[in-house]
């Protein structure tokens, strides 16, 4: 682990120390990993309203008149099929079809887009979009000019609503608007990482604070909990949203993650696009398969998975579930096998302890 | 809160509270809360043995899996029920109702060198 003293800060570091929040290292970022307690706050998300710090994430931005283009060649969704003011979940791939990155993808304009990518792979997708821009584009490193707050949950629409003249309702899912949020300029998406309604607002680093606390006073009637990365991953792996180094890697495809539907083959080329084909063509080995243990135990990342005594494939995220009061998990395992009702084991630490395929998403939300 | 006199603590934040020969054991108030929700606790049968030093069984949070190190070696006579339904109970009364295991004690002078309370509590506020 490095050195706390090297980590990076989101301009609301302070505000998490002041919240007494526990801070962790997450992929070189010291973030708040929770602050009440994580069950708590999954709970809050679920039946409330949640705030959350993401300014790690990185972003992204594509100009030009090729800008369409060139997204549409490195990233596997059909950016063409955006309008203006439409967001979309998409992928970086390598020439192999492995994972670059996951990523959103917002079109502003035509010769205007804007991305959200992993923290952690921030530089590593710029430099891959910049070395593949063969197109008249202009690819922009934006990371340090955003802040990010996701506000998560049935309460977040009422809670956000109260600090900006936009019209929330009228955002539909996956789209988003330029406006203000507590009088600071903000990008208002209407996405998340959680299975909840909510929104991402993108703001000036030097507007986040005061965002921040508008937020938790605006949610306060409705028990608004700041929420760390710890309820934010067992809020996504309920809803069953990959993450990138478990789910998504260099060394998997986006069939393999049950991502085929971000993939479309019939736009034209993309970067992995010739090996992806191949792959089709010759059939999956393996497949991204949710499962719920069924003895006492957690199965949790990188463990082992077992079929009638041998190893067949591992964890990618596992734990508690506190919507469903059940020990869930994802993992990897042969294609044939990688389907509902299936007995397995889980090895945790030298033990076999069974557990069942179960379908997907862990959680839905009531429309 | 209070890290109680009559207990002795590891610098791996169990503690141990002996009458006789029989050790009871549990982890501290400071280990529930570095761990944040327990959801799970795993411990050993009744009649097996542990060693000083070595690991007995685990404490899971939502986020994370910890190893429980045994103080004391000895014989363990009984293991606390009321994790396996309610392990959340660790997180409210660590040093009271949800102790973890008691064992006959093997080596009685094996508590000497662990921490007093005094000790302990300097040790967990130099360490956070």
């Given at each position: 682990m490095s050195d706390v003293n090297e980590l990076k800060k989101t301009p609301l570091f302070d505000v998490h120390r002041a919240l007494n929040a526990k801070m962790v290292d997450f992929g070189g970022w010291n973030m708040p990993v929770q602050y009440s307690g994580i069950i708590q706050e999954h709970n809050a998300v679920r039946t409330g309203v949640g705030l959350f710090d993401v300014s790690h994430m990185g972003e992204i931005e594509v100009y030009g008149p090729e800008a369409e283009k060139l997204i549409n060649y490195v990233a596997t969704n059909n950016a063409s099929k955006l309008k203006p003011g439409q967001a979309q979940y998409s992928a970086l791939l390598y020439e192999h079809g492995g994972f670059v990155d996951d990523?959103?993808?917002?079109?502003?304009?035509?010769?205007?887009?804007?991305?959200?990518?992993?923290?952690?792979?921030?530089?590593?997708?710029?430099?891959?979009?910049?070395?593949?821009?063969?197109?008249?584009?202009?690819?922009?490193?934006?990371?340090?000019?955003?802040?990010?707050?996701?506000?998560?949950?049935?309460?977040?629409?009422?809670t956000v609503q109260k600090l900006t003249g936009v019209n929330l309702s009228a955002i539909k899912y996956y789209w988003f608007t330029d406006g203000q949020i507590a009088d600071a300029p903000a990008r208002i998406a209407r996405t998340g990482y959680t299975g909840e309604d909510g929104f991402e607002l993108y703001v000036a680093p030097e507007s986040a604070e005061r965002v921040w606390n508008a937020v938790l006073e605006a949610g306060k009637e409705?028990?608004?909990?700041?929420?760390?990365?710890?309820?934010?991953?067992?809020?996504?792996?309920?809803?069953?949203?990959?993450?990138?180094?478990?789910?998504?890697?260099?060394?998997?495809?986006?069939?393999?993650?049950?991502?085929?539907?971000?993939?479309?083959?019939?736009?034209?080329?993309?970067?992995?696009?010739?090996?992806?084909?191949?792959?089709?063509?010759?059939?999956?080995?393996?497949?991204?398969?949710?499962?719920?243990?069924?003895?006492?135990?957690?199965?949790?990342?990188?463990?082992?998975?077992?079929?009638?005594?041998?190893?067949?494939?591992?964890?990618?995220?596992?734990?508690?579930?506190?919507?469903?009061?059940?020990?869930?998990?994802?993992?990897?395992?042969?294609?044939?096998?990688?389907?509902?009702?299936?007995?397995?084991?889980?090895?945790?630490?030298?033990?076999?302890?069974?557990?069942?395929?179960?379908?997907?998403?862990?959680?839905?939300?009531?429309? | 809160m209070k890290y109680p006199e009559n207990f002795k603590y590891t610098k791996e934040h169990e503690w141990v509270q002996v009458e006789g020969d029989e050790a009871t054991i549990g982890i501290t108030d400071h280990a529930q809360h570095e761990l944040g929700d327990i959801v799970f606790v795993d411990l050993p049968k009744v009649g097996s043995k542990t060693t000083k030093g070595h690991t007995f069984g685990s404490v899971e949070s939502v986020k994370?899996?910890?190893?429980?190190?045994?103080?004391?070696?000895?014989?363990?006579?009984?293991?606390?029920?009321?994790?396996?339904?309610?392990?959340?109970?660790?997180?409210?009364?660590?040093?009271g109702a949800a102790w973890l295991i008691k064992l006959r004690l093997a080596s009685p002078d094996e508590t000497r060198d662990l921490l007093n309370a005094a000790e302990y509590e300097k040790y967990v506020g130099a360490e956070s």
């Open positions: 990523i959103l993808v917002h079109k502003i304009s035509d010769s205007d887009f804007f991305l959200c990518v992993n923290a952690s792979n921030q530089e590593k997708d710029f430099e891959h979009i910049q070395a593949h821009n063969r197109f008249n584009a202009e690819v922009v490193y934006a990371s340090d000019r955003y802040a990010q707050l996701a506000v998560q949950g049935p309460k977040a629409l009422e409705f028990d608004i909990k700041p929420c760390g990365l710890g309820a934010r991953n067992t809020l996504r792996l309920e809803a069953k949203m990959a993450l990138y180094g478990h789910e998504i890697t260099a060394s998997i495809n986006p069939f393999e993650a049950d991502l085929g539907w971000i993939v479309k083959m019939d736009k034209g080329d993309f970067l992995g696009r010739a090996a992806l084909e191949k792959i089709q063509q010759q059939g999956l080995t393996r497949k991204l398969v949710g499962f719920e243990m069924k003895d006492r135990g957690i199965g949790r990342d990188g463990y082992e998975v077992w079929l009638h005594g041998k190893p067949a494939g591992w964890v990618t995220s596992g734990g508690p579930s506190p919507a469903l009061n059940k020990n869930i998990g994802l993992c990897y395992l042969p294609v044939e096998k990688a389907t509902p009702g299936e007995e397995i084991e889980v090895m945790i630490r030298n033990a076999p302890v069974k557990a069942v395929t179960v379908p997907t998403p862990f959680y839905k939300r009531a429309k | 994370a899996v910890s190893d429980i190190y045994a103080p004391v070696s000895g014989e363990i006579i009984s293991v606390n029920d009321l994790l396996s339904k309610s392990p959340e109970k660790l997180n409210e009364d660590p040093h």
